[in-house]
């Protein structure tokens, strides 16, 4: 038995009532494309980290040394837009165990990608 959105609104109650519209509805084709904008730079950016980490670790290092020598308003946007990438350099730069290290970075990683793949591109 399917419920519409205004059914799922009235059972909600009206302060979820943004949760049960914003579920239901269908993309536009701007954010359609901002949505595969954003999966496509994430995915090619840790390609990128990994395709690094294999073949030449010192361009993460340099990667690194690059944000961190920022100033820190435009660490923290580069923090704030690139949150998982850079997260993924802090914990390579770490003084950890390297197979934590791996872990995580690639957990980083995999977690940011599925989140950000448009999953509604596969119910069409």
């Known amino acids: 038995m399917s419920h519409s959105a205004y059914d799922l609104e009235e059972r909600l109650g009206t302060t979820d009532s943004s ?3 914003s579920a239901g509805r269908r993309h536009t084709p701007m954010e359609n494309a901002f949505n ?3 999966f496509v ?3 090619v950016l840790w390609v990128g980290f990994a395709y690094a980490l294999v073949s030449s670790q010192g361009s993460l290092d340099a990667a690194w040394r690059w944000i ?3 100033p820190l308003i435009l660490q923290g ?3 704030l837009l690139f949150l998982p990438v850079v997260a ?3 914990v390579w730069e770490s003084a950890w165990p390297l197979a934590m290290r791996l872990i995580l ?3 980083i990683g995999f977690f940011n990608v599925y989140l950000f793949f448009p999953g509604y591109l596969l119910r069409r």
Do not use: D, K
């Open 19 to 21: 949760i049960a519209t």
């Open 36 to 38: 595969i904008f954003v």
């Open 41 to 43: 730079l994430f995915a």
């Open 68 to 70: 961190t020598s920022l």
């Open 77 to 79: 946007v580069v923090w």
């Open 88 to 90: 993924g350099l802090w």
């Open 105 to 107: 970075a690639a957990g």
